[in-house]
């Protein structure tokens, strides 16, 4: 969990490896126990305006104290985007988020609006400059470590030699992303979903119309044709995990995971992983087949491919999706609802809707207070008794060393 003395205090010349801090997506309540259960040392999110994932689940402003305490009492550290760009009618909005943050004990804003930014000065509340803002030089931190920041979150174009620099130059806190979607846009101001469909990126509107397969045409001849085998306008998602090491090293201090739209067994998955691969490091464990371990769990969930971004240069040609969606290697099948969990027996009671459960199978719950829990049952009780296969309509009992909760959603794991 979240611990001050890991981040990392730069002078010009060295810098002295320390964790960095894990920043995880919750783009809603189950998003959120799953980043805090999986071992993330901060969380990040949105309310229901004002910030680039509008059409994510998000939060209301009225649920800030709920969460602020949550995170408080599990020592992670709450971050509040405000990243969109802010019109005249929506000052009066930001003054009200800013305010209920401010009174709620939310640590710090995600901003770059220099209205939202007037305002995390006028409230006295730490605030963060965002990836859009494009910081890739040290002129920029300090441009912003004049107004008050104490963070930035670098542009996306950044390779990691340039960060590298960067940190030498600035005592500010250096955040950036080591997983999850990247946009053709890279750092944002992408205005294609504007042009053709009214949703603006830059509220936290688009639709993402760079994911789709397209087509060229010829007006002159009436002919079109599919381009080639690529999804042109849809990268491959960044991964991280097999030069975490490197990424460490250089001094950045937060990890931030991409994600407030996608699953929350995607948050599981990821932060569990980036967990795990920041901790065996400081273990001298981080080996190459950790590294081949952890990068076959990163693909079992969402993904589009994974790429490594910037970090090492401009991204090459071919690392574009090549189907639309996900490239994922496992997929969940809904088979119930729980009915109840016993806390004497550690086990939990399944009502089967659809499909069967068998030992053999890997079965995930997942609810906004339970998070998402994974279990392999070695044992299945129906009607007092041991079965090996349990089937639609049936009521069984599974052991579970995790506590969830009636109504939870019971799904199987499987191999695609």
């Avoid at 306008?233 to 090293?249: A, G, T």
């Avoid at 090996?388 to 009636?406: H, M, Q, Y």
């Amino acid at each position: 969990m979240n611990d001050s003395e890991n981040i990392i205090i730069p002078n010009k010349n060295n810098f002295v490896s320390a964790k960095p801090e894990l920043m995880a997506p919750a783009g809603d309540r189950t998003m959120l126990t799953a980043a805090i259960k999986n071992g993330a040392d901060a969380v990040y999110f949105g309310v229901d305006k004002l910030n680039m994932r509008a059409k994510a689940a998000n939060f209301s402003i009225n649920t800030l104290p709920e969460i602020a305490s949550i995170c408080k009492e599990n020592k992670v550290t709450t971050y509040l985007t405000l990243n969109s760009i802010i019109k005249e009618e929506e000052i009066s909005e930001v003054n009200e988020i800013i305010s209920e943050a401010q009174k709620s004990g939310i640590d710090r804003i995600i901003c770059w609006d220099l209205s939202v930014i007037q305002k995390c000065r006028e409230y006295n509340m730490p605030f963060c400059i965002s990836t859009q803002a494009s910081i890739s030089n040290s002129s920029s931190a300090a441009f912003y470590k004049s107004l008050g920041a104490v963070r930035i979150v670098l542009a996306r174009e950044c390779t990691l030699e340039e960060i590298k620099k960067i940190r030498k130059t600035t005592d500010l806190e250096i955040e950036t992303f080591v997983h999850g979607a990247m946009c053709i846009a890279v750092s944002g101001r992408c205005f294609m979903s504007h042009h053709l469909f009214g949703k603006g990126a830059n509220q936290g509107e688009c639709i993402q119309p760079c994911r789709r397969e397209y087509e060229v045409y010829d007006p002159s001849i009436d002919k079109s044709m599919i381009i080639g085998t690529d999804y042109v306008l849809s990268p491959n998602d960044l991964c991280s995990i097999e030069y975490l090491d490197q990424l460490i090293d250089s001094g950045i201090n937060s990890f931030k995971i991409e994600g407030r739209k996608r699953s929350p067994e995607y948050v599981a998955k990821a932060v569990s992983v980036y967990r795990r691969g920041i901790d065996l490091y400081f273990e001298n464990k981080f080996d190459d087949s950790v590294k081949k371990e952890l990068l076959a769990e990163l693909k079992s969930v969402y993904n589009r491919g994974f790429s490594s971004g910037f970090y090492f240069g401009t991204p090459s040609s071919d690392e574009y999706a090549d189907i639309y969606g996900s490239k994922a290697t496992t997929r969940k099948e809904y088979i119930g609802k729980v009915i109840n969990y016993y806390k004497k027996a550690n086990a939990v009671y399944i009502q089967i809707e659809t499909g069967t459960i068998e030992l053999s199978d890997n079965i995930m719950i997942i609810g906004p207070t339970s998070g998402v829990v994974e279990l392999k049952p070695d044992n299945i009780i129906k009607d007092d008794c041991s079965v090996s296969l349990a089937v639609k309509g049936e009521r069984i009992t599974i052991p579970s060393p995790e506590l969830v909760r009636p109504h939870d959603s019971v799904y199987k794991i499987v191999t695609i």
